[in-house]
């Protein structure tokens, strides 16, 4: 009842997934950089204007 083709391709993408899962846990987890945010927020000295287009 089942293809043949199908059977391999399924075996083909659980492969692969077994090989995306092995690749990432190389990875590191970037403890010993710091964040380009240093401040919860910025002061806004102004308020921001949205204009309608006309034209």
């Given at each position: 009842m089942?293809?043949?083709?199908?059977e391999r391709i399924k075996e083909e993408?659980?492969?692969?997934l077994e090989?995306?899962?092995q690749g990432k846990s190389g990875g590191?987890?970037?403890?010993?950089a710091t964040s380009?945010?240093?401040g919860p927020h910025?002061?806004?000295d102004h308020h921001r204007q949205f204009r309608r287009k006309s034209g």
């Open positions: 089942t293809d043949p083709a199908k993408f659980l492969a692969a090989r995306k899962k590191t987890a970037h403890l010993d380009k945010a240093h910025a002061n806004a």
